[in-house]
C-alpha cells in the first residue's frame, strides 16, 4: 500500500513539484494552501505523513501544528524558510517530527519522509517494558503512565524506547540521533533537548527534576531503570 502524504504549504508550484517527484517515488500526494483546508481534510482523511510549512497565508504552521496535537499523532515534517535556530527548536516542541530549512533538495526531503515513516511504523516486538508505574508498548507504539496514555509524536516515542531499551547506559546525542533516524542525515544537534523536554513533561511526576531521565553534562542521558525501589519488569 502506497504511503498518502499531506502538504500543507501556500506556494502551489512547489506543492506541484513535490506531488510530481514523490509521485514519481511512489508515494500518493494530497495537497492543501492554508492551514484550514490542511487540517479539514486531515480530520477527513489517512494520512501517513504531513509535510507542513511554517508561514501560511491563514496563519503559523507552529500554531497549526499546536492544533493537529490535539487529535492526531501523525508524523510531522516541517519546512522553515528562514532556517532560523528559534524556529526549528519552536517547531519541536509544538510536536513536530523533523524540519527541513527552505531551500532544500527533493532528495533531501524524501530521505527525511522515509525516516519518519520508518519510525513511525509498528514494530515486530508486541512486548510492554515496565517500569513502575511507567509503560511501553513497543507493538501499540503508546506510552502509559499510572495507566493513563501520553502524548508522544513518532520521534519521541522512538527516543524514549531507545533510552528504555538501555536502562543504566549513558547514551551521548549522537548515539540517540543515530538509533533514532536510522541513517545518517544531518541534524539538528540540540533538537534532542528539546524532545527530551517534551518526552520529561509527559511521563515525569516533576520535568523539573527529572528521575527517570537523567542528563548527565557532556555525556549525554541516562534512563533510570527505577525509581524509590520500584521494579522493572
Same mark, same amino acid.
Given at each position: ?5 499531506? /502538504?500543507? &504549504? ?13 509521485? &514519481? ?9 492554508? /492551514? ?21 497565508? &491563514? ?23 528562514r532556517g532560523e535556530a528559534m524556529d526549528r527548536i519552536l517547531g519541536l516542541e509544538m510536536g513536530a517530527d523533523d524540519y527541513l530549512p527552505k531551500p532544500f533538495e527533493p532528495r533531501e526531503l524524501l530521505a527525511r ?121
Amino acid at each position: 500500500m502506497n504511503h498518502h502524504i499531506l /502538504i500543507i &504549504d501556500d506556494d502551489e508550484r512547489l506543492c506541484a513539484m513535490l506531488q510530481q517527484y514523490l509521485g &514519481d517515488a511512489g508515494y500518493r500526494v494530497t495537497s492543501r494552501h492554508t /492551514i484550514a483546508s490542511g487540517l479539514q481534510v486531515l480530520k477527513q482523511e489517512a494520512f501517513d505523513a504531513l509535510v507542513l510549512d511554517l508561514m501560511l497565508p &491563514d496563519g503559523d504552521g507552529l500554531d497549526a501544528c499546536r492544533q493537529l496535537r490535539t487529535f492526531s499523532t501523525i508524523p510531522v515534517l516541517m519546512l522553515t524558510a528562514r532556517g532560523e535556530a528559534m524556529d526549528r527548536i519552536l517547531g519541536l516542541e509544538m510536536g513536530a517530527d523533523d524540519y527541513l530549512p527552505k531551500p532544500f533538495e527533493p532528495r533531501e526531503l524524501l530521505a527525511r519522509l522515509k525516516a519518519i515513516l520508518r519510525r513511525g511504523k509498528a514494530g515486530g516486538n508486541s512486548d510492554v517494558l515496565r517500569f513502575g508505574k511507567l509503560e511501553i508498548d513497543r507493538g501499540a507504539r503508546q506510552v502509559r503512565v499510572d495507566g493513563a496514555a501520553c502524548e508522544l509524536t513518532s520521534y519521541q516515542f522512538d527516543l524514549l524506547l531507545a533510552l528504555a531499551e538501555k536502562p543504566g547506559r549513558v547514551m551521548s546525542r549522537e548515539h540517540l540521533l543515530d538509533a533514532v533516524k536510522g541513517e545518517p542525515l544531518e541534524a539538528f544537534d540540540r533538537s534532542i533537548d528539546v524532545h527530551i523536554s517534551r518526552i520529561r513533561a509527559a511521563i515525569e511526576e516533576d520535568p523539573k527534576h527529572p528521575r527517570r531521565i537523567i542528563t548527565l553534562r557532556g555525556a549525554g542521558y541516562v534512563f533510570a531503570r527505577s525509581q524509590d525501589g520500584e521494579e522493572a519488569a
